[in-house]
């Protein structure tokens, strides 16, 4: 029983239904404003101040109230601050200026956007077919003619393009993160670093500005991913298949990767990357870990969230895990070391190192 449910009244409970049921608001609205380009309005190059609905819109807007409306909503998710009443104005909180773009353009905005595209949202209403149907096409699939979401993004260039930055909004704050509280002993003794699904290159460039004692980074991605990759210095791209074989490195870096797979599929990668180290070798993979016990936190609903958007989006049996299921996975593939390290609040440094002998 969660915390406090036995001291609901039956009023209390319908209100708690209430908002359940009505939740769907609370994305939409958010979608809404940043597709209204709000909060960089808001933000205005750091100034964060208070303004209208109506200095928010288009000078002779019929109804700003429309607006003020959603605003409101969201100042009670705390994405914005309300100051007065009559007008009412808002501000970014800590959570809303997330949503500003940050050096390279990119933000929490896209990730948002890119999780409300109209061939995702569509998928929700099937999810209890995910449950009936567990081994069947995944529920994006279902309702997007047949095609998976991998492949949907790599035939729609502007959903891709919106992934890219998604990926890259999420991605920024949490390599600041990793590399300073991992980077300076993590990487020791590393000087080939292979990036598993790295993509651009961008995190590997990351990791070899700061680290400098990596001589040389292996992107390594699909074919058609890599050739679209830019230049980067001491960085060689190359394309394959990770169920296939992957570059041989003093160390292997992934991001985002397992999450998206079986535990078979996990297991085949992971035996892909023990085979690639030498002994000694690491592989620094970087996922959502999931709590053992369900509480009401904020950690454990985003956790739990997004593992129903890895289900409904792109494989059912794709799944959030504990750290022991992460370890139990290392172990099958023949990694005898592990650790867990949480630098971050969603994302854990998981560190499998394969035996010296």
């Not at 933000?107 to 995702?120: I, N, P, T």
């Not at 003794?189 to 292979?194: A, C, K, N, R």
Request: with cysteine; charged share 20%.
């Amino acid at each position: 029983m969660a915390a406090g449910e036995a001291d609901l009244s039956p009023a209390e409970a319908r209100l708690a239904m209430m908002e359940l049921a009505n939740m769907i608001s609370v994305p939409m609205a958010l979608t809404a404003v940043i597709r209204l380009g709000v909060p960089s309005k808001v933000w205005a190059s750091g100034v964060n101040a208070p303004l209208s609905a109506a200095d928010l819109l288009p000078a002779g807007h019929p109804d700003p109230s429309v607006l003020e409306r959603l605003l409101r909503l969201l100042a009670s998710r705390g994405v914005f601050s309300e100051h007065g009443v009559s007008p009412r104005r808002f501000a970014l909180t800590a959570v809303g200026q997330t949503l500003v773009p940050g050096p390279s353009g990119a933000s929490y905005a896209d990730y948002v956007l890119q999780h409300h595209q109209d061939a995702l949202v569509r998928a929700w209403p099937r999810l209890h077919e995910a449950v009936l149907d567990p081994a069947g096409p995944e529920t994006f699939a279902r309702v997007n003619d047949g095609v998976p979401a991998y492949a949907y993004y790599g035939q729609d260039t502007e959903a891709n393009q919106v992934m890219l930055r998604a990926m890259t909004g999420v991605s920024e704050p949490f390599m600041e993160a990793l590399l300073h509280g991992y980077g300076d002993g993590g990487f020791n003794g590393v000087s080939t670093l292979v990036d598993v699904g790295g993509s651009s290159g961008a995190c590997l460039q990351m990791i070899m500005r700061r680290i400098r004692t990596i001589r040389e980074g292996v992107n390594f991605d699909l074919p058609d991913v890599v050739a679209a990759a830019p230049p980067i210095a001491g960085v060689r791209h190359v394309g394959g298949d990770m169920f296939k074989s992957i570059p041989s490195g003093d160390a292997i870096f992934m991001k985002w990767v397992l999450t998206t797979w079986t535990d078979q599929e996990c297991t085949a990668i992971l035996s892909n990357c023990y085979k690639a180290l030498p002994g000694g070798g690491k592989l620094i993979a970087c996922e959502p870990v999931v709590p053992d016990k369900t509480d009401e936190s904020t950690r454990t609903r985003a956790l739990l969230e997004n593992d129903i958007f890895v289900m409904t989006t792109y494989r059912t049996q794709g799944r959030e895990r504990s750290e022991e299921e992460f370890r139990q996975l290392g172990l099958a593939a023949g990694f005898t070391a592990f650790r867990a390290i949480y630098l971050d609040l969603f994302y854990a440094v998981l560190e499998y190192t394969k035996s010296r002998c």
